[in-house]
């Protein structure tokens, strides 16, 4: 007989010795990932810690990604269409540990709890809190009338309350930051239900958004990605179409910042004086991910993306003029309904013609809500066999395109945790200007306290160009690497508590909220 799942928790006290301890688990895109740097804010801002600063509570972690916490949030994710299928499957492993730990509670955000809301939980009744992309806020008053009242929280905003970066954030790292220019997007592509379920888009003051970048540089990060659904009609909101170019010039006058990036564009409003801005402006890097979906117009206009293929490829051409180094990766969608051969022959030759370092291909899923889903499907196997065709082609140009850069000399900003064999290999794996992946060899013999830390800036010679990253093992044989080390390194030492917090007698450093104003910018 199986066991019933566990109710919302009542108010069952915290019966260990320490604080009560919170986990968040991503789903999805960028932006879902800066949500859950907000949560994670005001769950400390509100004295929970993150369980693997407790060790106790991290040794109770299961199989099922709890991680060992009292506080298990899910910010989800609603583009794919097994997004329900992964959530509940979560929880079912989620609920077996719950019963086991008394007090323990369940949070479910982002696009796929603002979509179903009540019917999370009317599928998964152990879950506590279900709350929308419109109200990160309210998390931990949630949380805690889930505990008062012994049942489940849902609270579903239609339209945004706070603007989540006013909010309390616990970054997640320490040398690269996240800051958004706008939330929500104008548009409206018949395969796409972010529109529904995040807004109409809302343009942060360029005032804000420089203050921000200015205050997560003054704390230790030297690379900061603006994000918006749409960045190039960032500004339409307050008046001035030319915003974004004047946002990225301006990030290029911030003492301290090394990399600016952005996502996602849109070719449709893609203009010449970005493409100036970002050749002219030294911290802008050379990588540009710009969304093609179908080479094909007739799909194009099916999906009511309001660009050609003469457009894009145009765009492409006019980067390559003014950054011929830059990196342009892109998304495409094979098997949007109706699409015919010939209208997937037209991608196939976008592709061909682009030269894409890299793309993130996708089958097309029906989203409940949206207008493709009631057209007529494409049989799977079409889409099936399309899909291996293009992948095939992509993975021969980013292979040729990698080769392309051995012998290349490359600035590497060392990451945390994208090198998974870098324990075996003796390697460290970051990012080039260009966005590329770099696996980097050290010299032989270096000393523990000479190795580069996450932060810290490696300079390498490309030796192998593989289909998904770059390998430079220069250093190997006494060729070219040299390490800088960099305030975003001491950051993430710092938050690593290998040194002291300066002046602070070796205490954390407080997580709170960004303070915004105007910013001084460098002349």
Not at 238 to 257: N, S, Y
Not at 322 to 337: L, Q, R, S, Y
Request: glycine fraction near 10%.
């Amino acid at each position: 007989m199986t066991a019933a799942p566990p109710a919302p928790s009542a108010a069952v006290p915290h019966t260990g010795a320490g604080p009560r301890t919170y986990l968040v688990r991503t789903l999805g895109c960028q932006m879902n990932v800066h949500d859950s740097e907000r949560l994670a804010g005001m769950l400390e801002a509100q004295g929970y810690v993150p369980v693997e600063s407790v060790p106790e509570a991290a040794a109770r972690a299961t199989d099922a990604g709890d991680g060992g916490a009292d506080v298990v949030v899910i910010n989800t994710c609603s583009v794919r269409e097994n997004a329900a299928t992964r959530l509940f499957g979560n929880l079912g492993q989620l609920a077996s540990v719950k019963r086991r730990r008394p007090g323990m509670q369940i949070a479910v955000g982002g696009c796929l709890a603002q979509q179903m809301r009540t019917g999370i939980v009317e599928k998964a009744p152990w879950v506590d809190v279900v709350l929308g992309t419109h109200n990160l806020d309210v998390l931990p008053a949630l949380l805690e009338r889930a505990r008062h009242n012994a049942e489940a929280q849902v609270e579903i905003e239609e339209a945004l309350k706070v603007f989540p970066s006013t909010l309390p954030t616990r970054r997640e790292s320490a040398y690269a930051a996240f800051v958004s220019i706008s939330v929500g997007c104008n548009n409206t592509c018949t395969f796409c239900i972010v529109p529904h379920l995040r807004g109409k888009e809302r343009d942060r003051r360029p005032g804000e958004v420089l203050a921000e970048v200015q205050a997560v540089v003054a704390q230790g990060a030297i690379e900061v990605t603006l994000l918006g659904q749409n960045v190039n009609s960032y500004g339409v909101g307050f008046g001035d179409r030319g915003a974004f170019a004047k946002l990225l010039r301006a990030c290029g006058e911030i003492d301290g910042l090394e990399r600016v990036r952005f996502t996602s564009p849109h070719p449709a409003a893609f203009t010449d004086d970005v493409i100036e801005a970002m050749a002219e402006t030294p911290n802008v890097m050379p990588s540009l991910h710009m969304p093609l979906q179908s080479g094909s117009d007739a799909v194009l206009r099916a999906m009511r993306r309001s660009y050609r293929q003469g457009k894009y490829l145009g765009i492409i051409d006019r980067v390559r003029g003014a950054i011929p180094e830059a990196a342009i990766t892109t998304d495409i969608i094979v098997g949007f309904p109706g699409e015919t051969e010939s209208d997937f022959q037209a991608t196939l030759d976008v592709v061909a013609a682009s030269r894409f370092s890299s793309a993130f291909t996708f089958q097309y899923s029906p989203r409940p809500g949206t207008p493709a889903a009631d057209l007529e499907q494409v049989p799977a196997e079409v889409v099936t066999d399309r899909y291996q065709r293009l992948l095939a082609l992509q993975k021969r140009i980013s292979t040729e395109e990698n080769e392309q850069q051995e012998g290349r000399t490359v600035d590497v900003l060392v990451a945390e945790g994208e090198g998974r064999k870098d324990g075996a290999t003796h390697r460290v794996t970051g990012r080039a200007a260009d966005n590329r992946l770099v696996h980097v060899a050290l010299p032989p013999g270096l000393a523990d306290d000479e190795r580069p830390r996450p932060g810290d800036m490696v300079t390498a010679t490309v030796t192998h160009g593989a289909p998904h990253h770059l390998v430079a093992d220069s250093a190997l044989t006494g060729g070219t690497y040299r390490l800088r080390r960099t305030r975003a390194g001491e950051a993430w030492a710092r938050r690593a508590g290998l040194v002291e917090e300066p002046h602070s007698h070796g205490e954390a450093a407080p997580a709170g909220p960004v303070t915004l104003g105007m910013p001084a910018l460098r002349r």
